[in-house]
């Protein structure tokens, strides 16, 4: 058995290599205590924390019975320059790149399943941790999994199997940070700790794409982020091969996040730009009320009054959080004619939150 064990390994490193997974290691199933306990202490920071706790479990064995190994592939990307055009709306190369590695792994899975074992692809389980104790790499000091060849810029595939696969050992390799503090300092919202602690509260990561209220603090940090947020990591000098080699974005790229078109789109009940971003960044993050309330946010941030026409049609969105967004991205365009728009809906709105979020709107133009 530990011969074919062996072998079976070495089968899925060498179809993983073929797949884009220059990396990977095998970590075992035993219950990640040290991520829980972590998780636990930041609870009383950050009451945010408790929302992670809900997606993910520190126990294997509660997704799958007999599970013996944790297989952690590692797929690296190329991040994009920072210099979106006007009217873009950026967004990490993570989300572009995450849909190609996500077919990549379950591919990767039916070797294991072609050996009559069971495989179940991105298990709700701690990433990062099995990435540090299969051997992968180490945490750095914004809580990102670094490697020597490729930094921060990858991503992480789990694979829980009950295939008794030979295990790697943990990574030996402390985080290189030393008295490094730039992540830190250029944090938009202050959320990465001298500990390594990143507080989802704060994190602009969390609120991409949201389906709900996003703080008004957070609103205007997140300027023209549409997708991710990668500031901590374009100033890591660990990072700093990537950033040389950082790409373009192409024309496909550039139309489908231009907000314009992503506003204009739903106003004229147009889904061909949504339909775009599906096949960009993958269904689940291309959701029409999440696309939709990130679009309005950046609207607001961008000082153009051109937008005011469509912010008045999404006004009256069904959904009250992108209502809320486009009384509140109003407010800060800062116009006479949104503040009519504003005026108007405060007559018929009936959702409480949406009304403080119109009346904060109309007071702001007010005080211009």
Same mark, same amino acid.
């Given at each position: 058995?530990?011969?074919?064990?062996?072998?079976?390994?070495?089968?899925?490193?060498?179809?993983?290599?073929?797949?884009?997974?220059?990396?990977?290691?095998?970590?075992?199933?035993?219950?990640?205590?040290?991520?829980?306990?972590?998780?636990?202490?930041?609870?009383?920071? %950050?009451?945010?924390?408790?929302?992670?706790?809900?997606?993910?479990?520190?126990?294997?064995?509660?997704?799958?019975? %007999?599970?013996?190994?944790?297989?952690?592939?590692?797929?690296?990307?190329?991040?994009?320059?920072?210099?979106?055009?006007?009217?873009?709306?950026?967004?990490?190369?993570?989300?572009?790149?995450?849909?190609?590695?996500?077919?990549?792994?379950?591919?990767?899975?039916?070797?294991?399943?072609?050996?009559?074992?069971?495989?179940?692809?991105?298990?709700?389980?701690?990433?990062?941790?099995?990435?540090?104790?299969?051997?992968?790499?180490?945490?750095?000091?914004?809580?990102?999994?670094?490697?020597?060849?490729?930094? +921060?810029?990858?991503?992480?595939?789990?694979?829980?199997?009950?295939?008794?696969?030979?295990?790697?050992?943990? +990574?030996?390799?402390?985080?290189?940070?030393?008295?490094?503090?730039?992540?830190?300092?250029?944090?938009?919202?202050?959320?990465?700790?001298?500990?390594?602690?990143?507080?989802?509260?704060?994190?602009?990561?969390?609120?991409?794409?949201?389906?709900?209220?996003?703080?008004?603090?957070?609103?205007?940090?997140?300027?023209?982020?549409?997708?991710?947020?990668?500031?901590?990591?374009?100033?890591?000098?660990?990072?700093?091969?990537?950033?040389?080699?950082?790409?373009?974005?192409?024309?496909?790229?550039?139309?489908?996040?231009?907000?314009?078109?992503?506003?204009?789109?739903?106003?004229?009940?147009?889904?061909?730009?949504?339909?775009?971003?599906?096949?960009?960044?993958?269904?689940?993050?291309?959701?029409?009320?999440?696309?939709?309330? +990130?679009?309005?946010?950046?609207?607001?941030?961008?000082?153009?009054?051109?937008?005011?026409?469509?912010?008045?049609?999404?006004?009256?969105?069904?959904?009250?959080?992108?209502?809320?967004?486009?009384?509140?991205?109003?407010?800060?365009?800062?116009?006479?004619?949104?503040?009519?728009?504003?005026?108007?809906?405060?007559?018929?709105?009936?959702?409480?939150?949406?009304?403080?979020?119109?009346?904060?709107?109309?007071?702001?133009?007010?005080?211009?």
């Amino acid at each position: 058995m530990a011969e074919e064990m062996m072998l079976l390994k070495s089968r899925i490193i060498e179809q993983g290599r073929r797949l884009g997974f220059p990396i990977i290691g095998i970590t075992g199933v035993r219950s990640f205590q040290t991520w829980y306990e972590a998780l636990e202490k930041r609870k009383e920071l %950050d009451p945010e924390v408790v929302k992670i706790g809900d997606r993910i479990t520190a126990t294997p064995q509660d997704i799958m019975a %007999d599970a013996r190994a944790i297989v952690v592939a590692l797929y690296p990307y190329t991040p994009y320059f920072d210099d979106f055009p006007p009217g873009v709306g950026t967004y990490s190369a993570y989300y572009r790149e995450y849909p190609r590695g996500r077919k990549a792994a379950a591919q990767l899975a039916e070797v294991i399943v072609g050996e009559g074992y069971d495989a179940v692809v991105e298990p709700p389980l701690p990433s990062k941790a099995a990435a540090y104790e299969a051997g992968l790499g180490w945490f750095g000091r914004n809580g990102l999994i670094y490697t020597r060849e490729y930094g +921060s810029w990858i991503i992480l595939y789990l694979i829980l199997t009950n295939a008794p696969l030979p295990l790697d050992r943990r +990574s030996q390799q402390n985080s290189l940070c030393g008295n490094c503090t730039l992540c830190m300092e250029a944090c938009p919202t202050h959320a990465i700790s001298r500990d390594g602690a990143v507080l989802p509260g704060r994190c602009l990561r969390n609120y991409m794409l949201t389906s709900g209220f996003v703080p008004t603090d957070i609103r205007s940090k997140i300027g023209n982020r549409f997708l991710g947020c990668d500031v901590c990591q374009q100033v890591c000098p660990r990072n700093r091969q990537g950033m040389l080699q950082a790409r373009l974005l192409s024309d496909e790229d550039i139309q489908a996040f231009n907000i314009f078109s992503i506003l204009k789109g739903w106003c004229e009940n147009d889904r061909k730009n949504l339909e775009q971003l599906a096949d960009l960044i993958g269904r689940n993050y291309a959701r029409s009320q999440r696309v939709l309330s +990130s679009a309005v946010i950046i609207a607001g941030n961008s000082g153009d009054p051109t937008y005011i026409p469509f912010l008045a049609k999404t006004l009256g969105h069904s959904y009250p959080p992108i209502r809320g967004h486009s009384a509140w991205a109003l407010g800060r365009l800062g116009s006479e004619s949104g503040r009519k728009i504003l005026l108007e809906a405060l007559k018929t709105e009936t959702d409480a939150r949406v009304i403080q979020e119109i009346q904060s709107a109309i007071q702001r133009v007010d005080c211009r």
